[in-house]
């Protein structure tokens, strides 16, 4: 039995996992004792790695050969790999001749690796000339993205997991943690049990799971976030609880805020989030102070976790900046137990934002609007220019591949059919663009029947490369098996593409992706060389951490200059910003309510959320049945006085609908909701849910149902909420 260290590929906490395998099977699992993220601890997800990667050997899930479909509806027919490559390089350069490089797309996925990242990023933005890449971190972590940077003037979580340990008030709001980043939970619960001072506050519409460890638990209304963080800021104002000096030497625009959230009174907050009044005043309390101390100067650090609560919204970045205003103003920030910290939702959306890899990015956190940043890059990549018109985001991406203006679209690593909101038009886009090329391990997915070309890629187990984590902490991830079938690394693809994509747009010239295809370990470090070298004398530099040092020290938080020898746990204890000046902003950003009200027609507000057990679309933890237990199959929750009145029993059919589409699904009683609330998980796709869109396509799933509205400046979709109708099915 052989044991290789590798992580984790579901959650963002980043869990470091020790594979035994046998030959060419992974034969079992068992948490790295040494990763600092999980200290040898897993969830039921990493527990059963090894159990769902054995299903996903299953011939039937997996992409095993490169296929071709003649035509859409078709049964895709196997081509060598040669073939494919050529094909998949032909219509893109084609594409690009005959309409504009803005007529190709990529998305892509927060599972993917840096190094994946990293040349999806280069050749779309270097070699073809467009920024349209963008990929599902657009529906996790963008507006995060948007409110460290609206604040602390980079996209840098400023704190780390062992702040657990330091805080004595911890903030959670819009995550429910205990099911979401179970293992980060547990740390929660060591640092309640070492430190019984410690208050917990826990921010939520529903009573989750994680409520249940709270010292005061705020049941907002959906949408309120903004409003209660006012309501706090007011308060504290009032108490003379904030932090002027801190306020006076490292910040602007307070006075802003000062004025926008004068009229915020605590009455009215409680009324309009719908809390009580006291509970908005303990929340400003111990927030600001830090636990329950009494005096600003017995002040204790207070840390915040949260994540698609605040992000999945169409005031995403209001919300996440509302939240680091408190931080700011309260100076709870720089020092050890005290910070906002972001969760991320997948393994990697934070290093795909580190190598740029979205629309509206560019590597090593520079700006794409920033003219010195693009021509920095471009230098870098050995190209002209990088263009300057911001790529089409993930909802503007469809849209417009479902007008026609997006030829070839190229998906890798991800369900759009399933994941993304107003399926209705991500499946016209699906249908209309010319080409779609999907890059995936699994041939099971929704997405996978409207592709032109199907290319195999591995899957964990398989995959190697860097991933990093919420707290900054970058992991390698190692193969403990060889590819199954003829599936190859993403990166590997996306490089074989761009090399025979060269030779049609940059002939005669030398290669701008010439790494080593062969030898994958050798290709993927040289990447990451790449990278890293990119990051010099930017905030996240990690000049010296070299792969070298990755495996001799392990795991490490960047910033990692050249000449440092550990990472940095948390940022900015000098009060010294990444901005103009060095100091942050505080972010006046109104309260907004939710895109789409409540109204008599569609009476009840839908959030939609994870499992415990469940993944995503479900392509791997779908497969087992010790994970399927804990939630056999899909159901709308319920507050049981809703129930009551609507006439429903437990488990009938009952029909949601929204202004987009409807579905069908057995409803339950859960008394943790508020009333006129109701909760869907997200997992379950068409072929479980019957769902249809206003014009009769059968698109399925959640979000059939889910409202494509989106955060202006994070451009981040509101799946926490649409109004619906909910009603009972009558039965012929
Ligand atoms: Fe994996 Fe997240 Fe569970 Fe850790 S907490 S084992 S990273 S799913």
Same mark, same amino acid.
């Given at each position: 039995?052989?044991?290789?260290?590798?992580?984790?590929?579901?959650?963002?906490?980043?869990?470091?996992?020790?594979?035994?395998?046998?030959?060419?099977?992974?034969?079992?699992?068992?948490?790295?004792?040494?990763?600092?993220?999980?200290?040898?601890?897993?969830?039921?997800?990493?527990?059963?790695?090894?159990?769902?990667?054995?299903?996903?050997?299953?011939?039937?899930?997996?992409?095993?050969?490169?296929?071709?479909?003649?035509?859409?509806?078709? $049964?895709?027919?196997?081509?060598?790999?040669?073939?494919?490559?050529?094909?998949?390089?032909?219509?893109?350069?084609?594409?690009?001749?005959?309409?504009?490089?803005?007529?190709?797309?990529?998305?892509?996925?927060?599972?993917?690796?840096?190094?994946?990242?990293?040349?999806?990023?280069?050749?779309?933005?270097?070699?073809?000339?467009?920024?349209?890449?963008?990929?599902?971190?657009?529906?996790?972590?963008?507006?995060?993205?948007?409110?460290?940077?609206?604040?602390?003037?980079?996209?840098?979580?400023?704190?780390?997991?062992?702040?657990?340990?330091?805080?004595?008030?911890?903030?959670?709001?819009?995550?429910?943690?205990?099911?979401?980043?179970?293992?980060?939970?547990?740390?929660?619960?060591?640092?309640?049990?070492?430190?019984?001072?410690?208050?917990?506050?826990?921010?939520?519409?529903?009573?989750?799971?994680?409520?249940?460890?709270?010292?005061?638990?705020?049941?907002?209304?959906?949408?309120?976030?903004?409003?209660?963080?006012?309501?706090?800021?007011?308060?504290?104002?009032?108490?003379?609880?904030?932090?002027?000096?801190?306020?006076?030497?490292?910040?602007?625009?307070?006075?802003?805020?000062?004025?926008?959230?004068?009229?915020?009174?605590?009455?009215?907050?409680?009324?309009?989030?719908?809390?009580?009044?006291?509970?908005?005043?303990?929340?400003?309390?111990?927030?600001?102070?830090?636990?329950?101390?009494?005096?600003?100067?017995?002040?204790?650090?207070?840390?915040?976790?949260?994540?698609?609560?605040?992000?999945?919204?169409?005031?995403?970045?209001?919300?996440?900046?509302?939240?680091?205003?408190?931080?700011?103003?309260?100076?709870?920030?720089?020092?050890?137990?005290?910070?906002?910290?972001?969760?991320?939702?997948?393994?990697?959306?934070?290093?795909?934002?580190?190598?740029?890899?979205?629309?509206?990015?560019?590597?090593?956190?520079?700006?794409?609007?920033?003219?010195?940043?693009?021509?920095?890059?471009?230098?870098?990549?050995?190209?002209?220019?990088?263009?300057?018109?911001?790529?089409?985001?993930?909802?503007?991406?469809?849209?417009?591949?479902?007008?026609?203006?997006?030829?070839?679209?190229?998906?890798?690593?991800?369900?759009?059919?399933?994941?993304?909101?107003?399926?209705?038009?991500?499946?016209?886009?699906?249908?209309?663009?010319?080409?779609?090329?999907?890059?995936?391990?699994?041939?099971?997915?929704?997405?996978?029947?409207?592709?032109?070309?199907?290319?195999?890629?591995?899957?964990?187990?398989?995959?190697?490369?860097?991933?990093?984590?919420?707290?900054?902490?970058?992991?390698?991830?190692?193969?403990?098996?060889?590819?199954?079938?003829?599936?190859?690394?993403?990166?590997?693809?996306?490089?074989?593409?761009?090399?025979?994509?060269?030779?049609?747009?940059?002939?005669?010239?030398?290669?701008?992706?010439?790494?080593?295809?062969?030898?994958?370990?050798?290709?993927?470090?040289?990447?990451?060389?790449?990278?890293?070298?990119?990051?010099?004398?930017?905030?996240?530099?990690? $000049?010296?951490?070299?792969?070298?040092?990755?495996?001799?020290?392990?795991?490490?938080?960047?910033?990692?200059?050249?000449?440092?020898?550990?990472?940095?746990?948390?940022?900015?204890?000098?009060?010294?910003?990444?901005?103009?000046?060095?100091?942050?902003?505080?972010?006046?950003?109104?309260?907004?309510?939710?895109?789409?009200?409540?109204?008599?027609?569609?009476?009840?507000?839908?959030?939609?959320?994870?499992?415990?057990?469940?993944?995503?679309?479900?392509?791997?933890?779908?497969?087992?049945?010790?994970?399927?237990?804990?939630?056999?199959?899909?159901?709308?929750?319920?507050?049981?006085?809703?129930?009551?009145?609507?006439?429903?029993?437990?488990?009938?059919?009952?029909?949601?609908?929204?202004?987009?589409?409807?579905?069908?699904?057995?409803?339950?009683?859960?008394?943790?909701?508020?009333?006129?609330?109701?909760?869907?998980?997200?997992?379950?796709?068409?072929?479980?849910?019957?769902?249809?869109?206003?014009?009769?396509?059968?698109?399925?799933?959640?979000?059939?149902?889910?409202?494509?509205?989106?955060?202006?400046?994070?451009?981040?979709?509101?799946?926490?909420?649409?109004?619906?109708?909910?009603?009972?099915?009558?039965?012929?």
């Amino acid at each position: 039995m052989t044991e290789t260290r590798s992580t984790c590929p579901y959650c963002g906490v980043g869990c470091g996992v020790i594979i035994q395998s046998e030959g060419a099977q992974i034969t079992g699992v068992r948490g790295d004792p040494d990763h600092p993220a999980n200290f040898g601890r897993l969830c039921s997800k990493g527990n059963s790695l090894h159990l769902t990667a054995a299903a996903a050997l299953a011939p039937q899930t997996r992409l095993l050969q490169p296929l071709q479909r003649a035509q859409r509806g078709a $049964t895709p027919q196997p081509l060598a790999w040669d073939a494919a490559l050529h094909l998949a390089a032909t219509r893109i350069a084609d594409t690009v001749q005959q309409h504009g490089p803005d007529a190709v797309a990529v998305y892509a996925s927060g599972q993917l690796l840096t190094e994946d990242y990293y040349v999806f990023n280069k050749l779309t933005k270097g070699l073809l000339g467009t920024n349209n890449l963008d990929t599902n971190s657009r529906l996790c972590m963008s507006s995060a993205v948007a409110g460290y940077k609206a604040t602390l003037g980079a996209d840098a979580p400023p704190a780390c997991y062992d702040d657990l340990q330091h805080a004595g008030c911890l903030f959670i709001t819009g995550s429910n943690t205990a099911w979401a980043h179970p293992v980060l939970f547990r740390r929660i619960e060591d640092a309640k049990a070492a430190n019984p001072a410690l208050k917990i506050i826990v921010a939520d519409p529903r009573r989750t799971e994680t409520a249940e460890i709270a010292d005061l638990f705020l049941p907002l209304q959906p949408g309120s976030d903004v409003r209660l963080f006012h309501g706090m800021l007011h308060t504290m104002l009032w108490e003379g609880w904030i932090d002027s000096a801190y306020i006076e030497r490292h910040t602007h625009g307070f006075d802003a805020l000062k004025t926008l959230v004068r009229e915020a009174t605590p009455e009215r907050v409680a009324r309009d989030c719908g809390l009580d009044m006291q509970d908005v005043l303990q929340a400003a309390r111990w927030f600001a102070l830090g636990g329950a101390v009494e005096t600003t100067a017995q002040r204790a650090p207070t840390l915040s976790l949260y994540c698609q609560g605040l992000n999945q919204s169409s005031s995403g970045t209001a919300k996440n900046a509302a939240l680091i205003n408190l931080h700011l103003a309260t100076g709870q920030i720089g020092k050890p137990g005290a910070g906002p910290l972001s969760l991320t939702g997948q393994p990697n959306a934070m290093g795909g934002r580190e190598v740029g890899g979205m629309a509206n990015l560019l590597s090593a956190h520079r700006d794409l609007a920033n003219p010195d940043h693009r021509a920095e890059v471009a230098a870098l990549w050995g190209v002209d220019d990088v263009p300057a018109q911001p790529g089409k985001t993930a909802i503007e991406l469809f849209e417009a591949a479902a007008d026609g203006q997006i030829k070839t679209l190229w998906i890798a690593c991800t369900n759009p059919a399933h994941s993304l909101p107003d399926q209705a038009t991500v499946r016209r886009a699906l249908q209309r663009a010319e080409f779609v090329i999907l890059q995936d391990a699994f041939a099971t997915t929704a997405t996978a029947a409207y592709a032109d070309l199907l290319l195999p890629a591995t899957t964990w187990g398989e995959k190697l490369g860097t991933v990093t984590n919420s707290e900054r902490r970058i992991s390698r991830v190692r193969a403990a098996v060889p590819p199954l079938g003829q599936a190859r690394h993403d990166w590997q693809i996306a490089t074989q593409i761009a090399q025979r994509l060269e030779a049609r747009l940059r002939p005669g010239q030398p290669s701008l992706f010439a790494y080593d295809t062969q030898h994958a370990e050798l290709g993927a470090e040289q990447i990451w060389n790449e990278h890293r070298a990119s990051t010099r004398g930017r905030d996240l530099d990690i $000049t010296g951490l070299s792969w070298a040092l990755l495996d001799r020290a392990g795991p490490q938080q960047w910033p990692l200059p050249e000449g440092a020898q550990q990472g940095q746990a948390r940022l900015y204890a000098e009060g010294v910003f990444p901005t103009a000046d060095g100091r942050a902003r505080f972010a006046a950003q109104p309260w907004q309510p939710v895109a789409e009200p409540r109204s008599a027609r569609f009476p009840f507000s839908l959030n939609t959320g994870r499992l415990r057990d469940q993944w995503h679309g479900m392509s791997r933890t779908g497969q087992l049945a010790r994970l399927m237990a804990h939630a056999p199959e899909p159901a709308l929750q319920m507050h049981p006085q809703d129930m009551e009145r609507q006439r429903l029993q437990p488990g009938q059919l009952v029909a949601v609908r929204s202004r987009h589409g409807q579905l069908v699904v057995p409803v339950q009683a859960d008394a943790g909701l508020g009333l006129s609330q109701v909760y869907l998980p997200m997992h379950w796709g068409s072929e479980y849910l019957g769902g249809r869109s206003h014009d009769g396509q059968a698109v399925g799933g959640v979000n059939a149902v889910t409202t494509p509205a989106f955060c202006p400046q994070s451009k981040q979709p509101e799946l926490k909420h649409a109004a619906v109708s909910v009603q009972a099915v009558e039965l012929p």
